[in-house]
């Protein structure tokens, strides 16, 4: 080559590290009951941050998932082929008890460590932690029907991924879906038309149409339909105990903007044999238990996909000159970097403490379920709508170089979108924080952000008109129009409150000055003047060095 080509100024790669080396990470996990998984922690976030890891990541996204409808013969098969890489991935997970570990070994702090390795592994490829999700989030639904959940209960637990369509009970392990969703409805559930017609033997028959269906290839699903008795939830096998497949068809996949690595599925119930979990007509108070489980995991994704955005920004910053310094000593970029780890770190931290608080509420701790049912949904609405954002200015950090596909950025920016959409788009869950504070109160929640009480006059202030806030919501049509705006203000004030109590004050000033004070601008890198940004940004590049 002529010298024209000589590689200069070009970052090295950013492998061989400890993803799980995390300051936020290892002190929410810590704090939240689950320093006993630490070591384990890191023994995934060193395999996490490998070459090899990364490239199963890249090609379970480069080589999507293909239906095959039929086989050479005309038989109907409705099978999805994925790459090895996606299998490689899900057999990590799935060893590693990212999917069922808390129902399997419930000790304090079990739902952290679960959550912990989730958000660590997440940061490697977010597609497949789908069915992973709905997997661990299915068991407490499935436990409305005793009998069933006795019968798969072990089987969904167990940490061997035993993919391929077999009698379910024939299998090492199992992977569980939900498909609720139908063209007609969307997040409206009780418009949904599949029928369920009770057969003599006590099974029912579905029929019907859904819209959405991730992951169609896991084992078992959770299914909403129309029983005689209203909407009601039943689970249904891929294969029947006889060994013949069940009559739930696979239309077509999904042509998605991101999420690729993942199916997702049109799906046709033709008499489709089924079993009801719970009571008839309760179809919507039975799974919305699984629900509640897998918005904490969007939760998490919006948190790791932050992590995963920012690292390599830092590091990019770290190592690239331009102007005769390196990008990450310019005022003005380390402004940025600090910002997005400030950002970062907030999502971070807020996820670890609705983790703690599912430990907690699944022990029977009243006070912390009525934190956990309203600050779930704030969580759920703000991470995810900051994740989106984040990726794109981080994307940026990169110039030219983030915006190429070798970078890994742009699948990032993505993945971001979907988890403000799965499990409640964004005015699905607004809505759901008005229910909440109806139906719990903002007690348990006043009380959580009370206890940084007196320590930053900023967040004192916001609390006060966030009180005022609350106190004034009688007019259901104004509480409505404005219900963004407030989901908004209460998810930064427990974020602001989690920080201050948990956090370096460096990270926790800049959260306040910023977001709580009125000072900050709309784009990321607008952090106002006296903010250390060098000890925030140094603090967000622990695993890289």
Known sequence: MPATHAVTNQVPPLVDHDVADDAA???????????????DLHQLGRLAGTARAQEWGR????YEPVLRTHDRYGHRIDEVEYHPAYHELMTVAIGNGMHAAPW???????????????FTWAQVEAGHGCPVSMTYAVVPALRHSPELAERFEPLLAATDYDPGLRVPETKRGLTAGMSMTEKQGGSDVRANTTRAVPASDGSYRLTGHKWFTSAPMCDVFLVLAQAPGGLSCFLLPRVLPDGTRNRMHLQRLKDKLGDRSNASAEVEYDEAVAWLVGEEGRGVSTIIQMVNLTRLDCVLAGAAGMRAALVPAVHHATHRRAFGDHLVDAPLMRNVLADLAVESEAATTLAFRLAGATDRAVAGDEQEAAFRRLALALGKFWVCKRTAPHAAEALECLGGNGYVEESGMPRLYREAPLISIWEGSGNVVALDVLRALGSVGADAFLAEVDRAAGADRRLDEAVARLRKDLHGLSDPAAAQAGARRLVERMALVLQGSLLVRHAPAAVADAFCASRLDG?????????????????????SRRATG
Not at 104 to 118: K, L, M, T
Not at 519 to 539: H, K, M, N, Q, Y
């Open 59 to 62: 090609l379970a996204n480069e």
């Open 25 to 39: 990470l290892l002190e929410g996990l810590r704090r939240e009951g689950a320093g006993w998984a630490e070591d």
């Open 519 to 539: 000072d900050w601008g709309v784009a990321f890198g607008t952090l106002p003047s006296g903010v250390d940004t060098a000890a925030i940004v140094e603090r």
């Open 104 to 118: 399997r070994d419930p000790r304090p702090g079990a739902h952290v460590a679960r959550a912990a390795r989730f």
